[in-house]
């Protein structure tokens, strides 16, 4: 092999470790980013903040619950978290992260979770379940735009 096609294939080799390093690396700062969102919007649910659909969820946003008989859209997310406020309060939650995929500006995050919820009655009921949820990549960054999942 001549040194210049030796050079080539050196160089080759250089820039490709180099994307793939960069590639990698964004890749973990995306998922990253991603799974900051959902603790986010826990977070959010457990403070109370009424403004984390409006803030979170893409216009399009169409949700299923494992509780719910159908897909909920944005407007009927946001109506029954107000319903869900009336009779109970969630205190504590744990989330436990799966799987995160990213694809461009897609994201496909899997995670178990465990909640206590207060209800006005002052009992309160612990649970576990799983969700998965589908979010992108928005000019306002990482958005939900769709989810399954619930109390097992």
Not at 3 to 32: H, I, P, R, Y
Request: charged share 25%; net charge negative; proline share 2%.
């Amino acid at each position: 092999m001549k040194a210049k096609e030796l050079l080539k294939l050196v160089l080759t080799g250089v820039c490709l470790m180099g994307f793939t390093s960069t590639f990698a690396q964004d890749s973990a700062n995306d998922q990253a980013d991603v799974w900051t969102i959902i603790e986010g919007q826990w977070d959010a649910q457990e403070k109370g903040d009424k403004d984390w659909a409006d803030e979170m969820l893409t216009e399009d946003f169409t949700g299923w619950l494992k509780n719910s008989p159908a897909p909920r859209s944005k407007t009927s997310t946001k109506m029954w978290n107000r319903v869900n406020e009336m009779t109970g309060k969630m205190i504590a939650h744990e989330l436990y992260p799966l799987s995160i995929v990213v694809r461009g500006d897609v994201a496909v995050a899997h995670y178990l979770y465990r909640s206590a919820i207060q209800s006005t009655d002052e009992s309160i009921e612990m649970g576990n379940g799983r969700y998965t949820d589908v979010l992108v990549r928005t000019d306002d960054g990482w958005k939900f735009l769709s989810w399954h999942g619930g109390k097992d």
